[in-house]
């Protein structure tokens, strides 16, 4: 008994040596950390009093912190940053869908502002900002150098007043001057049409009214076509959809899968991640669906394109999408201020991260440039077409009834009046195409 105590009691000391050499070094490593947080903070301290005392111009001390605060986010990724009482109160109102300024989703690379869409129906859209412009200069200013709420600033300012941005385009030799004027932005987050038997369906971004306005569109579209039966699909047009809520993503995605995860998203702990399934119903009542994507499309319009590619419920159309799969979490802090964060990254329901990669479509399809009508092209002659019904003394079809005769007129008018519009959308053109095909596959009643 005494040598079983004796081995346990040397069991316990050798336990208790090898716990203290092992747990040792680590609390002074910690303790070194630690150390270390405190010396850079006292370096902290003692710039801050220096800029105070020494810097040519009286500076604010509040300013200053604000600085230091932002440029503490802003070097963790493009996304994280500090907002200001006022700017969360601007983003707040951005939000609801109303905001003022230029129209577009900006983001930072290389030390300059780019463009990652411009929204449908603003002054920026409408003076011919496309994504993927980088802005150099704001009324011959620099942003070089600048922090992308800075930069932003600068291109903030009353309604009714100019700004002049310059350019640096893609395919384009020399930058570039394009003047605009400031404007309250009011959104129209999604507008929807019938063109032939097709309901389409333009959301510009993810706010809080996306899924409701979008689920009325429907309701009123297919009352509009008389009924789910005379439609053939669904066209989700979500081109320079720079993003916005990941709740309204989540939502617009359900409201056409019936089962299935739609996002999971993973944090920096294991603990800290999420999925997300959908819920019975489809608004679209099964029809096919197309999913048009480019360059601007970003954030929340890939999560809706990543996720209803995956169950292979929608066929994706157009170029490769923005690229933005990270997660920003707003944190309210004392003062009215707020802090946005980059908390996790999202990945589609194959577990696929979209960030710096994007969503890739099933069938890419580029926008062609549009061509300057010249006046060489507009005294061109266009060449008659003639067919056998324009022959003198041709025969009558004999086959079909006045109503078939009629019935086969209007078939043919519509398919012309879609083949107008490639001129005007050839992407949106080739959408509805898409859908005529599949609907022409589908069983007979």
Known sequence: MKKFLMAALGGTVAGVIATTQIAAPLLAQEAAKTENVYEQLDLFGDIFERIRAQYVEEVESSELIEAAINGMLTSLDPHSSYLSPKDALKMREQTRGEFGGLGIEVTQED??????????????????????????????????????????????????????????????????????????????VVRSRIEGDTVVLRLSTFNEQTYPKMKEAIEDQIENAGGIEAVNGFVIDLRNNPGGLLNQAIAVSDAFLEEGEIVSTRGRDAGDGDR???????????????????????????????????????????????????????????????????????????????????????????????????????????????????????????????DQIKQIEEDRAKAEKSAELRDEDYQLAYAIDILKGLSALGPND
Do not use: C
């Open 111 to 188: 030390g300059f502002v780019k463009v990652v869409s411009p929204i449908d129906g603003t002054p920026a859209d409408e003076a011919g900002v496309e994504a993927g412009d980088f802005i150099t200069h704001v009324d011959g200013e620099s942003l070089l150098g600048l922090g992308l709420d800075d930069a932003v600033e600068l291109m903030r300012g009353p309604v009714g007043s100019e700004i002049v941005i310059t350019v640096v385009r893609e395919g384009e030799q020399e930058p570039f001057d394009v003047s605009i004027v400031r404007d309250t932005i009011e959104l129209t």
């Open 276 to 402: 997300v399934n959908a819920t019975p119903g489809d608004l679209s009542m099964g029809k096919p669906l197309v999913v048009l994507i480019n360059g601007g499309s970003a954030s929340a319009s890939e999560i809706v394109a990543g996720a209803l590619q995956d169950h292979r419920r929608a066929v994706v159309i157009g170029t490769k999408s923005f690229g933005k799969g990270s997660v920003q979490t707003v944190m309210p802090l004392r003062g009215e201020g707020a802090m946005r964060l980059t908390t996790a990254r999202y990945y589609t329901p194959s577990g696929r991260s979209i960030q710096a990669l994007g969503v890739s479509p099933d069938i890419i399809v580029a926008q062609p440039p549009v061509k300057p009508e010249t006046e060489e092209e507009e005294d061109t002659p266009r060449r008659l077409l003639r067919s056998e019904a324009d022959l003198r003394g041709s025969l009558n079809n004999d086959s079909l009834t006045e």
